[in-house]
C-alpha cells in the first residue's frame, strides 16, 4: 500500500464526490458534490441552513439512500443499499416503537442478533441506566415526554455498540436547557465508546460546543463551504460555552452561513 | 386532562361507567314500568323481565338451537372472509397507488349503495340457502376492512421503516415486526367494524328473506303474532351485538391506552 | 375557499377514464350474471336500461318516487336537524358526551331492520313508521360525527375567541360553527345514506307505495325487470347524491388542510 493508501485506512469513513438529485419531472439537485473524511472517533458535526441538504447527507452516509454519483464508504468498505453492520442511527422524528415497553425497546436490536437473554438484560439495564431512564424501565413510549423518548431511541442505538453513530437533529424538538444536558450526555457516550459520530443539527452553538470539527453546509445544493476546527480538549463538557474560544468559533460559523441562510429564506418566501 | 374537579377516591372513568350503568338501568326500568302499568299495550311491547325470560326459556328448551347455530355459523363465516379478503385487498390497494387511485371513489360510495334492495336478486341468483346471506355479510363488511387497513398502513411512519432498514431486517421480518404493530390500532377497528357489518347485514338478510336463523325467527314470531318469542329474540340479538362490541371496544380501549400519545 | 387548489386538468381526464373502466367492469359482472342466471333471476343491462327509461316517463313511477322522496325528505331533516343538536348539546357536556358515546357506538353496530316490528306495532302502517325507520338508521351517525367535532376543537381556538373579547353568539358564529363544519358535512353524507336505506327498507315490508314498494312487489309477481329496474335508479340516485356530498366535503376538508 501506498503512504496514501495507508493514509485512507486511517479514516472511519469516507465520501468522494458525492452528489444526490431527486428524479422527477422537474430534477432537484438536493447534494454535492461532497468530499469528507471523518476520523476514528472523530465527533463531526454539520451545519447549514434549512432544506440544504443536511438529512440527505446522512442518508448517503448511513446506507438509507444511495449517491447518484460518488463513492461512499465505512471502514474501508463501500456502503451500497442497506445500513452497513457497525452504524447506527438515530433520527430527528420520535422513532420509538410505541407497541413496546422502554425494555423491550432498548432490547429490540439485540434479540434481533440473537443475543441470550442474560446479556440482553445486561446491556439494557447498562443503557438504560446511562440514559437515566431507570424508573421507566417498563413503562410505554406515551407516557415519557419527548425528550425522554428520544433517550430512548439513543439508548437503542448505543446498545448495539455502533462503531460509527449518525444523528440527524435529534435534539430539534428539545428546549434549550434539555439540550445542553442531553450534549453533555453525549459527549460522554461518545467518550465512553470510542465510536465516531456524526451530528446534523441547525444549531450553532450546539455544533461548537459539541464538536472536534464543523461543516458549514451551503444552501441547495449543498456543498461544504467551510471547515472549522475547534480544538477542544476530548474532556469537555456545556461549561465550554463561557470559553472566550466558543464565541469566536459560533461568530465564524455565523459568519459563513449568514448568507446562505438568507438564500434559504428567500427562497422559501 | 384529568384535572377537573371529581369526587375523591373515584376516577372520571369509573363514575363514567357507573354513570352510564345507570342509565341504561333506568331506561329499562322505565320501560318495565310503562309495560306494567298498561301505558305501553302488552300488544305493542312486554316488558323487558318477560323478554328476558321467555329469552332464557327458549334457549333452556333447545327450541331456537338450530337458529342460533345457523346465523353464528353465518356471521362467522362472513367475518373471517371479509377480514382475510379485506386486509390482503387493502394491502395491495395501498401498495399500487395506481390501483388505489382508480378503486378511490368506488370505496367512498360503497356504503351510499342500499344492498337490500338486491338482496332478492341474490336470492334468485344463488337459491335460498345461506350463500346469499354470507354474500352480503361478506359486500357489507369487506370495504370497512380494506379501508381501515389502508389507513392503517398508510399511518406507518416512514421513520420506522427507516428504523428497520438501520436494523438491517428483511421484508417478512420488517412486515412482521414493524409494519403490522405499528398499524394494529386501526387493523383492529377494521376488525370491529368488519365484525358489525356482517352481523347487520347476516341478520337483515334473514329477515327480509329466507328459511332460518335469528332474522328470520324474528320475522317469522311477528308474521305469526308471537310477541313473546319476537321480543325474546330481539332481545337476543340486542345483546349478542352488543356484547361482542363491547368486548371488542374494550379491548381496543386497553391495547389504545398505553400507546395514547399525549 | 374558491381557490382551494384544483387537480390539473391531466388528473381529471385519468380520473374519468378510471370512472369509465369501473363503470364497465360493473356492467361486465352484471352481464356475466345473467348469463349464468337469466331471466328469471336478473335482466340484462341493456333490457333494464331500455325498461327503466320507460319507467321515468311513465306517470305512476313518479308517484312512487315522490311518496319515498317525501318520507326521505321527513326523514332526513329530522335526522339532521335532531342529530346536530344533540351532538352539539353532548359534545360541549363533556360528562354526557362520554356517558353516551358508547352507547351509541352499540345502537349504531345493532341490525335495526330486526326493530322492524316494533316500529310498525308503535307507529302502525305507512308514512310514520318509514319516516321513523329512517330516522332511527340516519340520526346516530350525524349524533357521533357532530359529537366528535366539538369534542376536538382545539381548546387554543376557544382561548382566542375570549382573547378577542368575542361575544358568546359571535364565538359561536364565528369559531365554533366554523370549526366542526366540515366534520358535520361528513356526518351528513354518512347520515343521508343510512336514512335513504332506513325509508327503502321500511318500504319493502309494510307500505303500498315507495320504491321499496316496488322492489318487493316486483319480486311477489316475478317482475325480474321491475325489481332489477328500480334497484338501478335507487342506486344510481344514492352515489350521485353521494358523490356530490362527497365533493362538498373534501373541498371544506382540503381548504383546512
Given at each position: 500500500m501506498s503512504a496514501n493508501g495507508q493514509a485512507h485506512t486511517d479514516f472511519h469513513a469516507t465520501l468522494r464526490a458525492v452528489t444526490r438529485t431527486y428524479p422527477g419531472?422537474?430534477?432537484?439537485?438536493?447534494?454535492?458534490?461532497?468530499?469528507?473524511?471523518?476520523?476514528r472517533g472523530e465527533f463531526f458535526s454539520v451545519v447549514g441552513p434549512s432544506g440544504c441538504g443536511k438529512s440527505t447527507l446522512l442518508d448517503v452516509l448511513a446506507g438509507l439512500s444511495a449517491p447518484t454519483t460518488g463513492r461512499v464508504s465505512f471502514e474501508g468498505k463501500q456502503v451500497a443499499g442497506r445500513v452497513p453492520e457497525g452504524v447506527g442511527v438515530v433520527f430527528q422524528e420520535d422513532a420509538s416503537f410505541p407497541w413496546l415497553t422502554v425494555y423491550d425497546n432498548v432490547a429490540f436490536g439485540l434479540r434481533r442478533a440473537g443475543m441470550d437473554a442474560a446479556e440482553t438484560a445486561r446491556r439494557v439495564d447498562y443503557a438504560v441506566g446511562f440514559m437515566g431512564l431507570r424508573d421507566f424501565t417498563h413503562a410505554y413510549p406515551a407516557q415519557l415526554s419527548g425528550g425522554m423518548r428520544q433517550r430512548v431511541c439513543i439508548a437503542r442505538t448505543l446498545v448495539l455498540q455502533p462503531r460509527l453513530i449518525l444523528l440527524d437533529e435529534p435534539f430539534g424538538a428539545l428546549d434549550q436547557q434539555t439540550r445542553l444536558l442531553m450534549g453533555d450526555e453525549l459527549l460522554r457516550l461518545w467518550r465512553e465508546t470510542g465510536a465516531s459520530v456524526l451530528l446534523i443539527t441547525h444549531a450553532l452553538d450546539e455544533a461548537a460546543m459539541l464538536s472536534d470539527r464543523v461543516g458549514v453546509m451551503s444552501a441547495r445544493p449543498g456543498v461544504f463551504i467551510d471547515l472549522v476546527t475547534t480544538g477542544w480538549a476530548r474532556e469537555r463538557d456545556s461549561r465550554i460555552v463561557s470559553d472566550p474560544g466558543f464565541g469566536a468559533i459560533t461568530a465564524r460559523l455565523w459568519s459563513s452561513l449568514r448568507t446562505e441562510s438568507m438564500k434559504a429564506i428567500g427562497r422559501e418566501a | 386532562m384529568s384535572t377537573s374537579a371529581r369526587a375523591p377516591g373515584i376516577s372520571r372513568g369509573t363514575l363514567i361507567l357507573w354513570t352510564r350503568t345507570a342509565v341504561v338501568a333506568g331506561l329499562v326500568l322505565l320501560l318495565e314500568l310503562l309495560c306494567r302499568t298498561q301505558v305501553i299495550k302488552p300488544l305493542t311491547m312486554i316488558p323487558p323481565s318477560a323478554m328476558a325470560q321467555e329469552m332464557v326459556r327458549l334457549i333452556a328448551a333447545g327450541e331456537i338451537s338450530d337458529d342460533i347455530v345457523q346465523t353464528v355459523s353465518e356471521v362467522g363465516a362472513a367475518f373471517a372472509v371479509s377480514v382475510l379478503a379485506g386486509f390482503a385487498l387493502g394491502a395491495l390497494a395501498q401498495a399500487l397507488p395506481r390501483v388505489r387511485r382508480a378503486i378511490d371513489p368506488l370505496l367512498a360510495s360503497w356504503y351510499a349503495v342500499p344492498f337490500f334492495v338486491f338482496y332478492p336478486l341474490l336470492v334468485a341468483l344463488f337459491g335460498l340457502n345461506a350463500l346469499p346471506l354470507i354474500a352480503i355479510g361478506v359486500v357489507f363488511a369487506t370495504p370497512a376492512m380494506m379501508l381501515s387497513t389502508i389507513a392503517g398502513l398508510d399511518r406507518v411512519?416512514?421513520?420506522?421503516?427507516?428504523?428497520?432498514?438501520?436494523?438491517?431486517?428483511?421484508?417478512?421480518?420488517?412486515?412482521?415486526?414493524?409494519?403490522?404493530?405499528?398499524?394494529?390500532?386501526?387493523?383492529?377497528?377494521?376488525?370491529?367494524?368488519?365484525?358489525?357489518?356482517?352481523?347487520?347485514?347476516?341478520?337483515?338478510?334473514?329477515?327480509?328473506?329466507?328459511?332460518?336463523?335469528?332474522?328470520?325467527?324474528?320475522?317469522?314470531?311477528?308474521?305469526?303474532?308471537?310477541?313473546?318469542?319476537?321480543?325474546?329474540?330481539?332481545?337476543?340479538?340486542?345483546?349478542?351485538?352488543?356484547?361482542?362490541?363491547?368486548?371488542?371496544?374494550?379491548?381496543?380501549?386497553?391495547?389504545?391506552?398505553?400507546r395514547a400519545r399525549t | 375557499m374558491g381557490?382551494?387548489?384544483?387537480?390539473?386538468?391531466?388528473?381529471?381526464?385519468?380520473?374519468?377514464?378510471?370512472?369509465?373502466?369501473?363503470?364497465?367492469?360493473?356492467?361486465?359482472?352484471?352481464?356475466?350474471?345473467?348469463?349464468?342466471?337469466?331471466?328469471?333471476?336478473?335482466?340484462?343491462?341493456?333490457?333494464?336500461?331500455?325498461?327503466?327509461?320507460?319507467?321515468?316517463?311513465?306517470?305512476?313511477?313518479?308517484?312512487?318516487?315522490?311518496?319515498?322522496?317525501?318520507?326521505?325528505?321527513?326523514?332526513?331533516?329530522?335526522?339532521?336537524?335532531?342529530?346536530?343538536?344533540?351532538?352539539?348539546?353532548?359534545?360541549?357536556?363533556?360528562?354526557?358526551?362520554?356517558?353516551?358515546?358508547?352507547?351509541?357506538?352499540?345502537?349504531?353496530?345493532?341490525?335495526?331492520?330486526?326493530?322492524?316490528?316494533?316500529?310498525?306495532?308503535?307507529?302502525?302502517?305507512?308514512?310514520?313508521?318509514?319516516?321513523?325507520?329512517?330516522?332511527?338508521?340516519?340520526?346516530?351517525?350525524?349524533?357521533?360525527?357532530?359529537?366528535?367535532?366539538?369534542?376536538?376543537?382545539?381548546?387554543?381556538?376557544?382561548?382566542?375567541?375570549?382573547?378577542?373579547?368575542?361575544?358568546?353568539?359571535?364565538?359561536?358564529?364565528?369559531?365554533?360553527?366554523?370549526?366542526?363544519?366540515?366534520?358535520?358535512?361528513?356526518?351528513?353524507?354518512?347520515?343521508?345514506?343510512?336514512?335513504?336505506?332506513?325509508?327503502?327498507?321500511?318500504?319493502?315490508?309494510?307500505?303500498?307505495?315507495?320504491?321499496?314498494?316496488?322492489?318487493?312487489?316486483?319480486?311477489?309477481?316475478?317482475?325480474?325487470?321491475?325489481?332489477?329496474?328500480?334497484?338501478?335508479?335507487?342506486?344510481?340516485?344514492?352515489?350521485?347524491?353521494?358523490?356530490?356530498?362527497?365533493?362538498?366535503?373534501?373541498?371544506?376538508?382540503?381548504?383546512?388542510?
Open positions: 419531472a422537474r430534477p432537484v439537485h438536493a447534494l454535492g458534490s461532497i468530499d469528507l473524511d471523518i476520523a | 411512519p416512514g421513520v420506522l421503516r427507516k428504523v428497520a432498514r438501520v436494523h438491517r431486517m428483511s421484508p417478512l421480518r420488517e412486515v412482521m415486526l414493524v409494519t403490522l404493530p405499528s398499524a394494529a390500532p386501526h387493523l383492529f377497528t377494521g376488525l370491529k367494524l368488519s365484525f358489525a357489518y356482517a352481523f347487520i347485514g347476516v341478520i337483515a338478510g334473514e329477515f327480509i328473506l329466507s328459511g332460518g336463523g335469528l332474522g328470520y325467527g324474528i320475522a317469522y314470531a311477528y308474521e305469526s303474532f308471537e310477541n313473546r318469542k319476537m321480543y325474546a329474540l330481539m332481545l337476543l340479538v340486542l345483546l349478542v351485538a352488543i356484547g361482542v362490541n363491547g368486548a371488542l371496544h374494550v379491548w381496543e380501549t386497553r391495547l389504545a391506552r398505553r | 381557490d382551494a387548489p384544483r387537480p390539473a386538468p391531466r388528473t381529471h381526464v385519468k380520473k374519468l377514464g378510471d370512472s369509465l373502466l369501473i363503470l364497465a367492469l360493473i356492467l361486465a359482472i352484471w352481464q356475466g350474471l345473467y348469463a349464468y342466471a337469466g331471466d328469471v333471476a336478473i335482466s340484462s343491462p341493456l333490457n333494464t336500461f331500455t325498461f327503466a327509461t320507460g319507467l321515468l316517463t311513465h306517470a305512476p313511477f313518479w308517484d312512487h318516487a315522490a311518496a319515498t322522496l317525501l318520507a326521505f325528505a321527513y326523514a332526513l331533516a329530522i335526522s339532521a336537524a335532531a342529530g346536530i343538536a344533540l351532538g352539539l348539546l353532548l359534545g360541549l357536556r363533556r360528562f354526557a358526551g362520554d356517558v353516551a358515546e358508547p352507547l351509541l357506538v352499540s345502537l349504531y353496530t345493532i341490525p335495526k331492520v330486526t326493530l322492524y316490528p316494533v316500529m310498525l306495532l308503535v307507529f302502525g302502517l305507512g308514512m310514520s313508521a318509514k319516516v321513523a325507520f329512517g330516522v332511527i338508521h340516519g340520526m346516530i351517525p350525524v349524533i357521533l360525527f357532530t359529537l366528535t367535532a366539538v369534542k376536538n376543537i382545539p381548546p387554543v381556538l376557544l382561548r382566542t375567541a375570549r382573547a378577542l373579547q368575542l361575544r358568546p353568539l359571535e364565538t359561536a358564529t364565528t369559531v365554533l360553527a366554523p370549526a366542526v363544519m366540515p366534520e358535520i358535512i361528513t356526518g351528513l353524507r354518512v347520515g343521508f345514506a343510512l336514512t335513504l336505506l332506513g325509508v327503502l327498507i321500511g318500504e319493502m315490508f309494510a307500505s303500498q307505495r315507495g320504491l321499496g314498494f316496488l322492489i318487493i312487489n316486483g319480486i311477489n309477481s316475478h317482475d325480474v325487470r321491475m325489481t332489477t329496474a328500480v334497484a338501478v335508479i335507487v342506486v344510481v340516485f344514492a352515489v350521485f347524491v353521494n358523490g356530490a356530498m362527497l365533493a362538498l366535503d373534501r373541498r371544506v376538508h382540503h381548504a383546512r388542510a
